[in-house]
């Protein structure tokens, strides 16, 4: 086994050092392992912590109280904060369905169990040898610590076989090349490029997942979906965002509707995990809506389509809808001629529609398209009218209440259930908006008598 340098780390969490102490006295050997050790080695905060011991799966889980076995792989997962997974050493045989080993063998050497990994720069470990000090040794038998050195992302042995066991290490690959702006070794972007098709048979979930670190981790996220579209993999991942390319449209800054997406997601803050979704769906709709320089209803179009994107995603439910929801209503143009009226019509008509998260898009839609002085001045003077509105009328605009219902109608009126109760509230709610004033029973009454003379 080849060892490195001394490396100590004088802050490990006291979850973490606890586990790896645990291991090594009862006789095991316990290591750090993968991305907690190539980002200590950048200096880079890591939130979730990767371990591997020579102990066996079942020992590792009744040793560790509160940990959960739940796979044959060998991964025991002690809940934290932080959360740690815990890995038996492993070799593995191979990979027929191009993410999961057939079958795996434990009891190997910790220089058996790194060759089985992705990449040089996640080959690493650290071996403690006084756990109180944080005191230890690099183990990177691959070279990982010169590539990471040289901003080299290379695959552990041969590219094709290791892209061959799982098809989503191709994703991962512009990911962390990205994310660490490393340029990819040669022969293993020829690999990438002959075996982008494979990623059609990644499932949902996993591309998912990959995308959401992507857009979470990343301070910009264009230039990992930039390279997945140079190395050909966007095409396969996700095509109705890569339709975009070659789409034009005037916009204060230069570039196509792809370059747009792409500039409004680096723009929008990571915070909300679905704002940067939201900003890299919110026009796909232009690429089949286009005629005579504008895109007439791309947000319609463009909202079923994040709908079908985010199924295949395997996004929850409530998220998706939350998304396609903000897309559907993303293109409003607000300006000071609106009245008052226009302005409570508005609240109603985004009855349902996550305000916070809408806006958000607004804002990186603005920067994106170099008009985010003016834009943010409009926002902000359309979002202090709305919460004018709210204070002044919440029991209209935010509980949706008239002076008079159904009921009233039925009763005064002699109408029997049916749709032309509700058409006949939907006017009146209409007249209340123009003028709040006109919300009582004995008005509202009255309107309703004439919109009834006037359908005859």
């Known amino acids: 086994m080849e060892r490195g340098r001394e490396l100590a780390i004088g802050d490990l969490p006291e979850a973490v050092a606890g586990v790896l102490a645990t291991l090594i006295d009862a006789g095991h050997e316990a290591v750090l392992v993968g991305g907690c050790v190539r980002d200590r080695l950048l200096g880079i905060p890591h939130a979730d912590w990767d371990a591997a011991t020579s102990a066996p ?41 191009r993410r999961r080993p057939d079958d795996v063998r434990f009891g190997v050497s910790l220089d058996d169990d790194l060759s ?26 691959f070279g990982g610590e010169r590539d990471l050195g040289q901003r080299l992302l290379r695959t552990v042995g041969d590219p094709h076989e ?14 962390l090349a990205a994310r660490y702006e490393m340029r990819i070794d040669p022969p293993t972007e020829a690999a990438i490029v002959v075996l982008a098709p494979t990623v059609a048979g990644i499932s949902g979930e996993r591309i998912r997942d990959e ?19 140079r190395l050909g993999l966007l095409r396969v991942a996700l095509p109705e965002l890569a339709d975009l390319r070659g789409v034009p449209q005037a916009k204060v800054v230069e570039g196509d509707a792809l370059d747009h997406t792409l500039l409004t997601v680096d723009a929008a803050p990571a915070r909300d995990p679905d704002l940067r979704l939201a900003g890299l769906l919110h026009d796909l709709g232009k690429a089949s809506t286009l005629r005579d320089g504008h895109f007439i209803g791309h947000e319609a179009v463009g909202a079923e389509l994040a709908d079908t994107v985010l199924r295949r995603l395997r996004l929850p439910r409530a998220r998706a809808d939350r998304i396609v929801l903000v897309i559907r209503h993303h293109m409003y143009a607000y300006d000071q001629e609106w009245t008052d009226a226009a302005v409570r019509r508005f609240i109603r008509r985004l009855e349902g529609v996550d305000r916070a998260l809408l806006f958000g898009l607004r804002r990186a839609d603005d920067l994106a398209s170099g008009v985010g ?11 202090a009218r709305i919460a004018d509105q ?17 009921d009233d109608l039925q009763r005064e009126l002699g109408l029997a259930p049916g749709p032309e109760i509700g058409a006949i509230l939907e006017g009146l709610t209409d007249v209340v908006l123009e003028d709040p004033g006109r919300n009582e029973a004995a008005i509202l009454l009255d309107l309703a008598r004439a919109l009834i003379e006037r359908r005859g």
């Open 373 to 383: 002085e003016a834009g943010e001045r409009k926002q902000r003077e359309l979002e």
């Open 390 to 406: 709210l204070e002044r009328e919440p029991g209209l605009l935010v509980h949706r209440r008239l002076a008079i219902d159904g």
């Open 211 to 229: 995308l959401q670190r992507i857009l979470d981790l990343d301070e910009r996220p264009s230039r990992a979906l930039l390279l997945l579209e």
């Open 162 to 175: 290791r892209f061959g066991e799982d098809a989503l290490r191709l994703v991962r690959a512009a990911r």
């Open 57 to 97: 799966p079942e020992e590792v889980a009744a040793i560790l109280p509160g940990a959960t076995w739940e796979n044959r792989y060998g991964t025991v997962t002690v809940i934290g904060p932080p959360r740690i997974e815990i890995t038996s050493y492993r070799a593995e045989g191979s990979y027929r369905d």
């Open 116 to 141: 089985r990994r992705d990449f040089t720069v996640n080959a690493m470990a650290w071996l403690p040898v006084d756990l109180q000090a944080g005191r230890g040794v690099l183990v990177d038998p």
